[in-house]
């Protein structure tokens, strides 16, 4: 199976299925890969002793959900929020996840920096996974966005943020903004990817 789906940008994603899971990616970028996403599988082994209690999930740059397939397949079923700009990956989505999960999903079509100007809910584990090609946007780095980000969680719970380094200054820039709101941090090197794990 193969669909495409046209970008502002000009570079079309593509969704198809291989070895068994369905992986969403452009040229030069992988935006999800079931199951197999490497950033949300080591961060839900870091916090696999907090996964049992978690019954709402927050994740701004929906993408294939691999999230929540992660978390199916380990038996968990919260609630979630998707926050996808790209209605047609945000309906891919659905399409593809187990019909229970589906229907525990608020499906949200808007920009994420707008939304969390907007939202006024509470999740006990926001997830942070927003690329345009390799690179994670601006507003995603400020301390502004970031606090709206750590407003959103519960007392005592946690946030997932997916980073891929393109150049070292701006990694230490963002890493410095992101750890005045999240002081209780840890980073997991995935190469050029950086995982953050903050506890709130």
């Known amino acids: ?50 996964l049992p209690t978690v019954e709402s999930v927050l994740i701004l740059g929906t993408g294939l959900a691999s999230a929540a397939h992660i978390l ?17 990956i945000l309906q891919w989505a659905l399409e593809l996840l187990p019909q229970h999960a589906a229907l525990a999903v608020e499906p949200v079509n808007a920009d994420a920096e707008y939304y969390m100007q907007q939202q006024q809910g509470k999740y006990d584990l926001v997830i942070i996974d927003i690329f345009i090609g390799r690179v994670v946007p601006g ?3 400020t301390i502004p966005f970031l606090q709206k980000c750590r407003t959103a969680v519960n007392a005592g719970r946690h946030l997932v ?23 209780h941090c840890q980073v997991k090197d995935l190469g050029i990817n950086r995982v953050l794990i903050a506890t709130v």
């Open 72 to 88: 199916t397949e380990r038996g968990y079923r919260p609630k979630y929020t998707f926050v996808e700009y790209n209605e047609t």
């Open 1 to 50: 199976m193969r669909r495409r789906a046209p970008l502002e940008q000009g570079n079309d994603l593509e969704l198809y299925l291989y070895r068994g899971q369905y992986q969403l990616g452009t040229k030069d970028a992988m935006y999800s890969d079931g199951t197999r996403y490497r950033p949300m599988v080591v961060a839900f082994n870091h916090l696999k002793k907090e």
């Open 161 to 183: 943020m997916n980073y891929m380094i393109n150049d070292e200054g701006e990694w230490n820039i963002f890493r410095e903004n992101f750890t005045a709101v999240f002081p």
């Open 139 to 141: 507003f995603a780095t």
